[in-house]
Each structure stands twice: as C-alpha cells, then as structure tokens.
C-alpha cells in the first residue's frame, strides 16, 4: 500500500468518525478533510475547489431554491381538509400521508419532503386523534424511500449518474432508479404504516391528545407558596410528582448537596425534566408556575412549538443568545433536547438538530422568527412569508422534470425552472440564496475530490481486492449484495452523500475487475444509501422525527430492522432482474 493510500483511508476513517458523532460542524469537518488531502498530496491545488462547480451541487442548489417557493404553496393543505372529512381508518391516513411524502421526495430533497408533508400528518393526527408516534416515524422512512425512485430524489442518485457519465459517457436517465426504487419504496411504505400501530399503540388514559405524555421537556419553573412540593425532598420529586429535577436554585443561587437532604422551599427555582403533560398539570394545579409573560393578555399572544432544522442558524447556540425571539418579546418556556446532559439553568442549554422549543409570544412575531431562523412550527403560523394560490409553481417543475426525464442535463433543466420563478416574482433568488442549506452543500462539495481520490490514488483498487479474498466478487450478484450491504451498513452513521462518494469508486472497480457494466452496482450504492432505518442520526429526517415524535434510540432499531431486511432483500432481486 503506498502514502496516497494508506494516508487517504485514514483520512476517510477520522472524517467518517467526526461526520458520526455530529461535535463538530459538518461543512468545518469537510472543508478541513479537503484541506488536509491537498496537504497530503492526494489531488493537486486547482481540483481542492472543483466540487463547488459540479453539476451534482448546482442542481441540488436548484432543487432547494425550488422547494423553497413549493413549500409555500396551500395545495397540501386542500388534501388535508378532504382527506379530514372523509374520515379514512388509521392505516389509510398512515399509508396515506406517507405515500404523500415519498410522491413529494421523488422529486425533491428528503427533508423537504419531510418538512412539508409533517404539518399536514400532525395535523391530521390532531383531528382524526391519531397518536404523534404513529405518524412521523412512517413519514421520515417515507421521505428516504421516495428518494429512490428519480434521478433528483436524493443526491446519492444524482453522484452515481455523474459517475457512470464520467466512465461510459452516458448518465442515467431520470426514472432509472424506478425499477428498483419504486418497488422497495410502495413496499416499505405499506410494511411500516401497517407495523407502527402495534410498535407505538395508542395511549388508552388519552387517546385524543397527541402530545399527552409522548414528549419529554425540560423547563425552569418557580415554587409558589401554595405548591404542594415545599418541603418536600428533591429525591422524591420523580416517585411522587413524575419529574426529575436537575437543579435547584435559591436567589440567583444553586443549592448544592445530595437529592435526598436538598429539600424546596417557596420561591425557589426548580430546572427539571419531564412529560410536556405533568408540567401542564403542575401548573394547573399552582405546583410550579412559569413568570407572567408581557404579552399574555394580547388577542395576537400564542404558544407554539417549532423544531431545530439542520439548516437552522441556532444549532449550536445557548437559549439565553438566542436574540432572534429576546428582541421581538418572545420567550422559549420548554425544551425538547436531544442532548443527554443537562448542565446549569435553562438559558444555558445548547441547542441541536431535531430539538423542540416551545415559544410564547405575538404569533407574527413568533412565525417572523421562526422564518429567520430556519426553524419549522409544529403547528399552524401567520406566516411571515404570502402563501402560494398560484397553480404555476407546480406546472414550471413539473416541466423542469419533464426535460429532465427526456434527456437535458438536470443542472440546465432546474436552471430554467429557477429563472423562470424568479422572472414571474414567485422567487426571490438573493434573499432564498442566503437561506439555503449550505452547510450541506459545502459538505457535499468538500466531499467530491476526496472521492475522485478514492479512485486516482488505486485506494478503490486496493479495496477491491481485499474484497475479493472474501467474497467472490467476479460474480456480479456477490459484488452488488456486498456493495449494498456496506451502503446500508455505513448510510444509518454517515450522510448518504458521503457514502455514495466513498462507495462509487469502489463499486465501479468491483464492475471493473468483473468485467461487468457498472450500471447495477452504482444503483445498489445509491439504493443502499438511502436506506436508513435504524438510527436517528444517520440522515436529519430521522434526527427531526426522533425530537417531534419523542422516540428513544431503541424505537428505530425496532422499527427499522424488519424494513432493512425486507428492502436489502427485495432490492438485490430487483437489481438481479433489471439490471443483469
């Protein structure tokens, strides 16, 4: 093995640890592994930047900036009110909404199916009294499983086509990925709508509240005199109030000392942890009480929950910096967090991907808000941007997707898409541009020479052939059931683009060393890529379901494996009888 090899598996290796354990900001560990390649001599200076001007990266810009004016558009708001009235069974509203979120992610990015089809579930969920943990893990799986089908559903497919255009001349073509895709998606999508019942069945004390008990929040509330917990030790609080508390503060001060001699006093502050519901009955029942807020008795005051995005600017902020509510008046009272630890008070927490604020303030300045800040509302807002009537959105990317599907290059299709929503004032291209998802971008960007890496240097040689000591991998269908297997098995701790750059150069030397068309095994990189079951972190649609639908990491083991299989599975067949 020589230097390029040896020290570009390392390098793969750290950054695969660092993408994994999300410490750090993905686009900084991108563009430092990008760096530290041109420092190891892996590429010369002028490729470091050439993944920024890739047509895979231009067209998932394009797709953004599209999704953009789409999610603003009241079309799925209409099928929600029919879909209401003719009150369907709790399956057909399951399956419905998911099959709603895998038709949408066939022809854009996952999460922006997923967020434009959750407050259509959520609110159906709240109607016909379906439980929030039944609909948003099968919306999640739903959006992934949709982005098999097309050329656009995910940036995995977009990376293989680019690949194979650069080794035979000639991309794939826009429904490709439906002889595989579609079969495994319409497949996973009846499998997990009709399990989820039975994995998270309905609550039998409160069957018509989604929320009820299903979420856990931390809060800082104040002890009034008349609070049953004075005197009463901070050890007893979970047996006998159903809260843990983290903290106790007396005058500005903390209260240090073992749980079972620290003992409450009136108008102490309690920091504590617990389901949404025993806070809300706490409070009615004068046990712990939140501080007056100004706006309280306005007609505009609200309170509303909203959900950390990937893109949002407070990842990684402290609610007491959080300047985009304190300067419109609006406090965040509760705290859905994905972090384990709890250190000092409320205003000191750290905000990550997929937690939950819950906020209290004027409900146009909450929406405003949430719009600067790319969060998504779990509840209907006066939104702060004008909804869409207009019919003609939808008619320019249902063209862009047609001259894509009949040959142009997607990058020239969207383009035209864009220009033209621009030129009718549905789009406004400065302002969208500052609100895309651009660490994702320069992640994917950053993350494209290193793959070419991956290939120029012989490292995908080399890998191939250890591969081939193992598996006999001269026979096509072994090459693609392991090339599918090490998709699936890196895709639920990496980003499925990333697996898609590391895995492409391997998969084409497998085809190479085979003597078979590469066509089949770049498919199964990309099919494996996307499916993602069975952690909360591998893709942000699962870390976001796992923080609105209150799920533990052990729910998407459960939930996941059965689906694994059955896609794994029915994928290798598929790929056997189209592509070989």
Same mark, same amino acid.
């Given at each position: 093995?020589?230097?390029?090899?040896?020290?570009?598996?390392?390098?793969?290796?750290?950054?695969?640890?660092?993408?994994?354990?999300?410490?750090?900001?993905?686009?900084?560990?991108?563009?430092?592994?990008?760096?530290?390649?041109?420092?190891?001599?892996?590429?010369?200076?002028?490729?470091?930047?050439?993944?920024?001007?890739?047509?895979?990266?231009?067209?998932?810009?394009?797709?953004?900036?599209?999704?953009?004016?789409?999610?603003?558009? !009241?079309?799925?708001?209409?099928?929600?009110?029919?879909?209401?009235?003719?009150?369907?069974?709790?399956? !057909?509203?399951?399956?419905?909404?998911?099959?709603?979120?895998?038709?949408?992610?066939?022809?854009?990015?996952?999460?922006?199916?997923?967020?434009?089809?959750?407050?259509? /579930?959520?609110?159906?969920?709240?109607?016909?009294?379906?439980?929030?943990?039944?609909?948003?893990?099968?919306?999640?799986?739903?959006?992934?499983?949709?982005?098999?089908?097309?050329?656009?559903?995910? *940036?995995?497919?977009?990376?293989?086509?680019?690949?194979?255009?650069?080794?035979?001349?000639?991309?794939?073509?826009?429904?490709?990925?439906?002889?595989?895709?579609?079969?495994?998606?319409?497949?996973?999508?009846?499998?997990?709508?009709?399990?989820?019942?039975?994995?998270?069945?309905?609550?039998?004390?409160?069957?018509?509240?989604?929320?009820?008990?299903?979420?856990?929040?931390?809060?800082?509330?104040?002890?009034?005199?008349?609070?049953?917990?004075?005197?009463?030790?901070?050890?007893?609080?979970?047996?006998?109030?159903?809260? !843990?508390?983290?903290?106790?503060?007396?005058?500005?001060?903390?209260?240090?000392? *073992?749980?079972?001699?620290?003992?409450?006093?009136?108008?102490?502050?309690?920091?504590?942890?617990?389901?949404?519901?025993?806070?809300?009955?706490?409070?009615?029942?004068?046990?712990?009480?939140?501080?007056?807020?100004?706006?309280?008795?306005?007609?505009?005051?609200?309170?509303?929950?909203?959900?950390?995005?990937?893109?949002?600017?407070?990842?990684?902020?402290?609610?007491?910096?959080?300047?985009?509510?304190?300067?419109?008046?609006?406090?965040?009272?509760?705290?859905?967090?994905?972090?384990?630890?709890?250190?000092?008070?409320?205003?000191?927490?750290?905000?990550?991907?997929?937690?939950?604020?819950?906020?209290?303030?004027?409900?146009?300045?909450?929406?405003?808000?949430?719009?600067?800040?790319?969060?998504?509302?779990?509840?209907?807002?006066?939104?702060?941007?004008? /909804?869409?009537?207009?019919?003609?959105?939808?008619?320019?990317?249902?063209?862009?997707?047609?001259?894509?599907?009949?040959?142009?290059?997607?990058?020239?299709?969207?383009?035209?898409?864009?220009?033209?929503?621009?030129?009718? $004032?549905?789009?406004?291209?400065?302002?969208?541009?500052?609100?895309?998802?651009?660490?994702?971008?320069?992640?994917?960007?950053?993350?494209?020479?290193?793959?070419?890496?991956?290939?120029?240097?012989?490292?995908?040689?080399?890998?191939?052939?250890?591969?081939?000591?193992?598996?006999?991998?001269?026979? *096509?269908?072994?090459?693609?059931?392991?090339?599918?297997?090490?998709?699936?098995?890196?895709?639920?701790?990496?980003? $499925?683009?990333?697996?898609?750059?590391?895995?492409?150069?391997?998969?084409?030397?497998?085809?190479?060393?085979?003597?078979?068309?590469?066509?089949?095994?770049?498919?199964?990189?990309?099919?494996?890529?996307?499916?993602?079951?069975?952690?909360?972190?591998?893709?942000?649609?699962?870390?976001?379901?796992?923080?609105?639908?209150?799920?533990?990491?052990?729910?998407?083991?459960?939930?996941?494996?059965?689906?694994?299989?059955?896609?794994?599975?029915?994928?290798?067949?598929?790929?056997?009888?189209?592509?070989?």
């Amino acid at each position: 093995m020589s230097f390029e090899q040896a020290s570009l598996l390392i390098l793969l290796l750290a950054m695969l640890v660092l993408f994994s354990f999300e410490r750090t900001r993905i686009e900084v560990v991108a563009i430092a592994g990008l760096l530290a390649g041109y420092a190891l001599g892996l590429y010369p200076a002028d490729q470091i930047f050439t993944g920024f001007a890739s047509p895979v990266v231009i067209t998932v810009i394009e797709i953004l900036l599209i999704v953009q004016v789409l999610s603003r558009a !009241k079309l799925f708001d209409n099928f929600a009110a029919r879909f209401t009235a003719a009150r369907p069974s709790h399956f !057909k509203v399951i399956s419905g909404v998911s099959s709603l979120a895998g038709f949408i992610s066939i022809f854009m990015n996952n999460i922006g199916a997923f967020a434009i089809t959750l407050p259509v /579930a959520l609110r159906l969920g709240t109607t016909l009294s379906i439980p929030r943990r039944q609909l948003v893990m099968p919306v999640s799986y739903a959006a992934l499983l949709g982005g098999l089908v097309s050329l656009i559903g995910t *940036p995995a497919n977009l990376l293989v086509s680019n690949a194979l255009a650069r080794t035979t001349g000639a991309g794939f073509h826009f429904f490709d990925f439906a002889y595989v895709g579609l079969p495994v998606a319409t497949a996973g999508i009846l499998l997990i709508a009709f399990r989820i019942r039975r994995l998270f069945p309905e609550p039998d004390e409160a069957p018509a509240t989604i929320s009820q008990g299903t979420r856990r929040v931390v809060v800082e509330r104040r002890v009034p005199d008349v609070s049953p917990l004075v005197g009463v030790r901070l050890s007893e609080c979970p047996a006998r109030f159903a809260i !843990k508390p983290h903290a106790l503060i007396r005058g500005n001060n903390f209260v240090f000392g *073992p749980l079972d001699q620290s003992v409450i006093e009136a108008g102490d502050v309690l920091l504590a942890e617990g389901a949404d519901a025993v806070f809300v009955e706490l409070a009615a029942t004068q046990a712990l009480i939140a501080d007056a807020h100004l706006h309280v008795l306005s007609p505009d005051f609200a309170s509303i929950e909203a959900v950390v995005m990937p893109e949002s600017t407070l990842v990684g902020s402290r609610i007491r910096s959080l300047e985009v509510f304190h300067h419109r008046g609006i406090v965040v009272t509760a705290l859905s967090m994905r972090a384990p630890r709890i250190e000092g008070r409320f205003l000191d927490l750290q905000l990550s991907i997929g937690d939950i604020l819950t906020l209290e303030g004027p409900r146009t300045a909450v929406a405003e808000a949430l719009e600067e800040s790319e969060c998504l509302p779990l509840a209907p807002t006066a939104s702060a941007e004008p /909804a869409l009537h207009s019919w003609r959105p939808f008619a320019l990317f249902a063209c862009g997707v047609a001259a894509s599907a009949a040959g142009l290059h997607p990058d020239i299709a969207f383009a035209g898409v864009v220009l033209a929503l621009a030129l009718l $004032n549905h789009l406004n291209i400065r302002q969208a541009m500052a609100d895309l998802n651009w660490p994702i971008i320069i992640m994917l960007a950053a993350m494209i020479p290193i793959g070419q890496a991956v290939a120029s240097t012989g490292t995908a040689e080399a890998i191939a052939g250890w591969l081939s000591l193992v598996v006999p991998i001269g026979h *096509p269908l072994s090459g693609i059931a392991l090339i599918l297997f090490l998709a699936m098995a890196l895709t639920p701790f990496v980003n $499925n683009a990333t697996v898609a750059i590391v895995l492409t150069p391997i998969a084409l030397e497998f085809a190479k060393t085979g003597r078979h068309a590469p066509d089949a095994y770049l498919i199964a990189v990309a099919v494996g890529a996307s499916l993602d079951f069975l952690t909360p972190f591998g893709h942000h649609n699962n870390t976001l379901a796992m923080g609105i639908g209150g799920y533990r990491f052990s729910d998407f083991l459960r939930a996941g494996w059965p689906l694994a299989v059955v896609s794994y599975n029915l994928a290798l067949f598929l790929l056997a009888l189209f592509w070989l």
